[in-house]
């Protein structure tokens, strides 16, 4: 079954009146027909809901969905991508632990390492992912590596295959967001990725909620005497994590995701494959344009010209994602350039059917000092695209007539 026949056709109970989609169940708590079924519900004894932030069947939906798509036996989801991140990593981990991460990461994400840095949580910061920068940082204290398979806005994109495998010779889970790579590009479980985390609010949905969401595929054994808290889960078997997750943090912290927000995403996912397949057609003829317009020098993973073409190729059958970036020469032409732009909206987002772009240096990365900036691959005169699935002439056209004023005071 190919991507597109999944999407709209993965295994689900029928609903009881033949709605097409889960409906929303926009309720708080569910009745039970005597006290002795509802402790059942609560003892994970027999299936059914009870409470909204514990389960729901929208959100059942989506999770079953996801985890289908994804290639994992379940999945958790969140009220954002933040906290999918989040809860990932603490389920995991605790004070004194440490994550090795790229530098290049979503700008929102290295924020939160250096608040769990109160929490006794260190992270050490690599350029990119790679075999040759891992293996000499990692120790008895390394919990969890983590990456972006393809970095926002850095564009780096990583190895999967050769890192998992380093990883896994020292048990060490790798733990992928791919939010801007989505299963259109890969499937990071059959690389040797651990955990996925999503931030769907982006590709997944397609741009119209907030959620995010966790999918573990339980092939990873978490050793009790480095994961102590997963002793207590081991009677779930490969379901440990999900089970450690669920029963513990992430009901506790109530980070949940809304009803509406799941039929939001089970919405936005029954186009995610045609909406990925346009959006990487455009951003490639975009990326090609730019670069052979030659005024503004352009980023895009998929172009011949990018040092990640060949694995892209490999890890992705050549597709690049939806995300490009250029520099300007300097931020006032980069503003310039930005305000000149017809069909591009000015918005801090990815994944979103129309054209988003936005100055990462003033905005996301506004609380990073220029190191921080530069080892992500922002700079003052960098422009993130988020291409969207205009008709791309279009998109060639006021691209164009942007540079073409780009110089004007
Ligand atoms: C947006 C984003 C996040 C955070 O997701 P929210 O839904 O905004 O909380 C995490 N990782 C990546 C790669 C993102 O693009």
Redesign the pocket.
Known sequence: MGLNTALLHPPKEKEPCGATLTPIYQVSAFEHSSAEQLEKVFHNQSGGFAYTRISNPTVDAFEKKIAYIEKGIGAVACS????A?SMALLNILESGDEIIASAGL?G??IDLFRDLEAFGIRTKFVAHITTEALAPLLTERTKAVFC?IIG?PALDVVDVKSVADLLHSHHIPLIA?C??ATPYLVHAFDLGADIVVH?S??YINGGNA???VIVDNGSFHWDETRYRGSAEYRKYGKFAYLAKLRNGLWRNMGACLSPMNAFLNLIGMETLGLRMERLCDNALALAQFLEHDGRVTVNYPALASSPYAALVQSQFGGRGGAILTLRTGSKEKAFRFVNRLRYAAIATN?GDVRTLVIHPSSTIYAHSDTQQKEAAGVYDDLIRVSVGIEDVQDLIADFRQAIDHIEEE
């Open positions: 954002s991508g933040m906290a991140v979503f929102g994400t972006e926002n967001d939010t801007t931030s609010s982006k907030i959620s995010g990815i």
